[in-house]
C-alpha cells in the first residue's frame, strides 16, 4: 500500500487531474485547514493562543519555470511580513526545488537568502526541507553554503537515510538547526533504512548524538519533526540522563495529524510547533501523507462518501 500511494504521488498524469475532483478536495482538509495562506495564518493564530508555535510552507514542488520559483519567494516574503504584522510565533519552511534548485541554482541561491535575511529581521529561522534522496547532497552542500552567509537556517535530515549520521557529525562545526524526520518518499535498502525497527532506532541514535553534542556545548537547536509520541519520550528520557531540560528540543508535527498530542505535550513543558501546509499544489504531499499511515485511505473514502 505505502508503495503504491507513493508511486501515485509520482505519477504526474493522476497529479494533474485527481486534484480537480470534489471529493478529493474534500479529504485534504484534514490535512490542511484551507488553501490559502490566510486560512493558514488563522489556523496558527488558534495554535499560538494554546501555546504552540507554528511553521508554514506553501505545497508544490520540481517547478519547471523560474519564474513560479520568482514568484515563490515573493510569495513568502509576503507570508513573513504577515507573521510579523500578526505577531505569530511562526516560521517559514521550503523546499529547494519550490525556489527552483532544478532549473537554476545560483538564482535558488539568491530567493533562499533573500528570505533567511527577511527571517533574520524577526529574529527567527528559514526551515529547509529534505526531499528524496537524489536531492540530499546537494541541499546538504546548499545548506553549507547558506549557513556561511547567513546563520539563521534550518534544516531537515531523514533518519531513514543511512547517511544522516555521517551528516550530523558534518554539520555540527556550522552550529546547526536540524529538524529530524523519519523520512517520506521510498528509497532503496542500499542507502535507507527499511524497517520500522531500523529506522526508529536510527532516529533515537541520532537524536541522542544532537543531545550529547549540546551537551558537550555545541549551540544546536534540534527539532523532533515527529508524531511518534513514544520516540519522543525516549528522547526526553536521554535528554534528562544528559542533565538537559526537555526544552532542549523542540517538537514538530504537522497539522492535523495528532493535535491531542500537540497540546498535551505543549501542556506538559515540552516546546511545540506545527507545521501548517496550504497552497494549491497539495497532491504529492497528501499522497505521502496517506502512505504514512494506510488507515488514512479508510479515512479518506469516509470522507469522500459521507
Ligand atoms: C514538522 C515536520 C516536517 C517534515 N518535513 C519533512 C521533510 O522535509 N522531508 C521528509 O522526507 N519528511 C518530512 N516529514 C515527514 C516525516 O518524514 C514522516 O514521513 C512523518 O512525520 C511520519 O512519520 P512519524 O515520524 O510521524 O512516525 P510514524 O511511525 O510514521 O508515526 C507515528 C504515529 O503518528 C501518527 N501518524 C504519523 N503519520 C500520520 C499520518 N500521515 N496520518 C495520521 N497519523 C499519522 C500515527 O498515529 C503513527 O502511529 C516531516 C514531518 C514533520 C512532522
Known amino acids: 500500500m505505502r508503495s503504491l500511494l507513493l508511486w ?19 479529504a485534504v482538509r484534514r490535512f490542511m485547514p484551507g488553501e490559502d495562506p490566510e486560512s493558514a495564518l488563522a489556523a496558527g493564530m488558534q495554535f499560538q493562543v494554546a501555546g504552540i508555535g507554528s ?24 507570508v513573513m511580513d504577515q507573521l510579523r504584522e500578526r505577531r505569530l510565533d511562526g516560521e517559514v519552511s521550503v523546499k529547494l526545488t519550490q525556489l527552483g534548485f532544478d532549473l537554476d541554482i545560483e538564482r535558488t541561491f539568491g530567493h533562499a537568502a533573500g528570505l533567511a535575511s527577511r527571517a533574520a529581521e524577526q529574529g527567527k529561522t528559514l526551515w529547509v526541507d529534505m526531499e528524496g534522496s537524489a536531492y540530499a547532497e546537494g541541499t546538504i552542500a546548499f545548506y553549507e553554503r547558506l549557513k556561511a552567509v ?25 552550529q546547526p538547526e536540524i529538524r529530524l524526520v523519519k523520512g517520506a518518499y521510498a ?12 529506522v526508529d532506532a536510527n532516529y533515537l541514535a541520532l537524536s541522542v548524538a544532537m ?57 506538559a513543558g515540552y516546546r ?26 479508510l479515512f479518506a473514502l469516509r470522507q469522500i462518501f459521507g
Open 150 to 174: 547567513h546563520p539563521n537556517i534550518g534544516i531537515c535530515l531523514q533518519a531513514y537515510l543511512r547517511r544522516t549520521a555521517a551528516d550530523i557529525q558534518r554539520l555540527l562545526p556550522l
Open 55 to 78: 511553521l508554514y510552507t506553501r505545497l508544490g514542488e520540481n517547478l519547471t519555470r523560474i519564474d513560479e520559483a520568482d514568484a515563490v519567494a515573493a510569495h513568502y516574503l509576503g
Open 272 to 297: 511545540v510547533r506545527t507545521l501548517i501546509a496550504y497552497g494549491e499544489a497539495w497532491y504529492p504531499w497528501y499522497m505521502r501523507r496517506l502512505a504514512e499511515r494506510p488507515a488514512n485511505v
Open 211 to 267: 543531545l550529547e553534542a549540546a551537551r558537550a556545548g555545541t549551540p544546536i537547536r534540534i527539532g523532533l519533526g515527529t508524531h511518534d509520541v513514544r520516540l519522543i519520550e525516549q528522547v526526553a528520557e536521554h535528554a534528562t540522563a544528559l542533565g538537559l531540560s526537555r526544552t532542549s528540543f523542540e517538537v514538530q508535527m504537522l497539522y492535523g495529524i495528532r493535535t491531542d498530542q500537540q497540546h498535551r505535550l505543549s501542556a
Open 8 to 26: 501515485m504521488a509520482r505519477n504526474t498524469w493522476l497529479r494533474d487531474r485527481l486534484p480537480r475532483l470534489w471529493f478529493a478536495r474534500r
Open 187 to 198: 528509497e532503496p535498502a542500499d542507502i535507507a533504512y527499511t524497517t520500522r525497527h531500523d
